[in-house]
Nanobody, 121 residues
Framework: QVQLVESGGGLVQPGGSLRLSCAAS????????MGWYRQAPGKERELVAT???????DYADSVKGRFTISRDNTKNTVYLQMNSLKPEDAARYYC???????????????WGQGTQVTVSS
């Protein structure tokens, strides 16, 4: 069993900052990419940012220059620093990890339950 648990969401004013964390636990042999998606009411889930095990990152155009993804491989944890938040950033943010549970197994995607981010004055 693998669990991804997000934390750090909440209510913030426009222009403010939040830092999301996501820790993976359970039977994990290795983790490849980790990342964040978000979904606002009535909209499709969209990619926010990803980071490989080697530290290469990719971002949605809408968050470039404002969000920073990072990870701590010793803790199986991924972070998302969100600065200059806008009302359109409000959504439920989901963490994911592409991981291998045991040596020789195929990678699989695992998801967290999400954490809510509200941006409002």
């Amino acid at each position: 069993q693998v669990q991804l648990v997000e934390s750090g969401g909440g209510l913030v004013q426009p222009g403010g900052s939040l830092r999301l964390s996501c820790a993976a636990s359970g039977r994990i042999f290795s983790i490849n990419a980790m990342g964040w998606y978000r979904q606002a009411p009535g909209k499709e889930r969209e990619l926010v940012a990803t980071i490989t095990s080697g530290g290469s990152t990719d971002y949605a155009d809408s968050v470039k220059g404002r969000f920073t993804i990072s990870r701590d491989n010793t803790k199986n944890t991924v972070y998302l620093q969100m600065n200059s938040l806008k009302p359109e950033d409000a959504a439920r943010y989901y963490c994911y990890a592409n991981l291998v549970r045991r040596y020789g197994a195929s990678p699989l995607d695992s998801w967290g339950q999400g954490t809510q981010v509200t941006v409002s004055s």
